[in-house]
């Protein structure tokens, strides 16, 4: 059994790599779009553990997937493969362009192993020269070092020793760039089809549309990092498909466990077939549990009425706040797709994103930031209009209170 004792918050400054500043609650229970704290106290979740929680806390469907998968095969290593990861990797294949999965245990994994086929591939069919990564300012893609090097924030990366080479990064919807700097050297561009942690921007239909036209005349590969957009995030089940265009890699983790970590990678037969035996692996990678609760998400998330559904969920959310926008003006602009949506703050607020979300925090609504001006919001895409009401009542009385 394990060790029944109390812990709190003071326990993570003794025993917790200082990478993180947690809030002073500790969160023990979840169910639907609300979350209990060791005290008790009850919060209505408009933050999804970071675009996780697709299904809410403890979705039924993702609660009997985990339990019977865990009473069959917890583990088996990629020296044998395992029918959940086959039914998943069937389902994500019928549900976007791709047509092979490599499965990782997070977002910054499958980024990687997106980044190193584009290499790979490269590599094998024009020559080692063509190695040059662009991505784009204020992107993220990840922690690990060759990610966290191709995110847009060097303050990310800085301070780690020497960084992976051949990579670029250019201003975000600014196609011209682009096109001045794209050259046969180029040999993939990496990009949020709508950017998350860079503040909630999405890319003009020019931009987007003429990154593709570049990348194919440059015969470079373009990589669509949806970790944040992906499983019915936006409204459509990956957000290229909304979009109009369509990417030769995507990732995607976040949303596509639900709250169990798996990542993603996804691609052609054509590029996939050079990931040979022995380039690429994972010990957990495809790891039957994940996959099972994986394949429920996907099985749930991808039925029409729960994707019209998120599109009629951004338009609650969007009323509510210009609602308390005219009462407290605190936002320039509502902006985002679907249930990744932004409330940036105009002139006079700028910089106190986080006071909102402390104060929200405090009226019992758990909120997000995208950098220090931009509020946050990622909740389930199955949150009830009843929940969406009691938490946005509660982020009213919040902003009253520090609105002066
Ligand atoms: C969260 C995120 C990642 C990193 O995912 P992890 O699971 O934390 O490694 C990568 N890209 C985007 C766009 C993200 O939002």
């Known amino acids: 059994m394990a060790k029944e004792y109390k812990v709190d918050r003071q326990v993570f400054d003794e025993v917790m790599v200082p990478c993180y500043a947690p809030m002073q609650m500790i969160p023990v229970k979840g169910q639907g779009a609300r979350v209990w704290d060791q005290e008790g106290r009850e919060y209505v979740d408009f933050a999804g553990g970071i675009a996780v929680s697709c299904l809410g806390h403890c979705h039924p469907v993702m609660v009997d997937a985990l339990k ?42 499958a980024n990687e192993a997106a980044l190193k086929l584009a290499r790979r591939y490269a590599a094998d069919k024009f020559g080692p020269e063509k190695s040059e990564i662009i991505s784009f300012k204020q992107g993220f893609h990840g922690r690990t070092f060759f990610t966290v090097t191709v995110g847009g924030q060097e303050a990310y990366s ?21 096109a001045e700097h794209m050259s046969e050297r180029t040999c993939a561009v990496m990009m949020e089809p709508l950017q998350g942690e860079g503040g909630i921007v999405s890319p003009t239909p020019e931009f987007i549309q003429g990154v593709r036209e570049l990348c194919d005349k440059h015969n470079a590969l373009l990589i669509f990092d949806e970790v944040q957009t992906g499983n019915g995030r936006t409204g459509d089940f990956y957000a290229y498909q909304g979009l109009g265009v369509t990417p030769d890699i995507l990732s995607t983790a976040k949303s596509l466990g639900g709250g169990f970590p798996i990542g993603a990678m996804l691609t052609t037969s054509e ?108 909740p389930s895409l199955v949150i009830d209009k009843a929940d969406i009401d009691e938490g946005m009542a509660r982020l009213e009385r919040a902003i009253a209170k520090i609105y002066s």
């Open 271 to 378: 590029l996939a077939a050079h990931l040979k035996i022995g380039t690429h692996g994972s010990t957990y990678g495809g790891n039957p549990l994940a996959c099972a609760v994986a394949e429920a998400v996907v099985s749930e998330v991808t039925k029409p009425e729960v994707l019209a559904g998120v599109k009629q969920r951004e338009q609650w959310f969007r009323e509510a706040l210009e609602a308390i926008n005219a009462k407290y003006p605190v936002f320039a602009e509502i902006r985002g797709k679907g249930l990744l949506l932004g409330a940036a703050l105009n002139e006079e607020w700028q910089g106190r994103a986080r006071d909102i979300l402390l104060a929200a925090g405090e009226e019992g609504l758990m909120v997000l930031v995208a950098g220090t001006n931009v509020v946050r919001f990622t």
């Open 158 to 178: 800085d301070g780690f020793g020497p960084k992976p080479g051949a990579v670029t990064h250019l201003a975000y919807n600014d196609l011209s760039s682009l």
């Open 68 to 109: 019977a998968q865990a009473e069959q095969i917890w583990h088996l290593s990629n020296v044998m493969t395992n029918e959940p990861a086959l039914r998943l990797a069937k389902l994500l294949t019928e549900h976007s362009f791709a047509d092979k999965v490599f499965f990782a245990n997070s977002g910054a994994e």
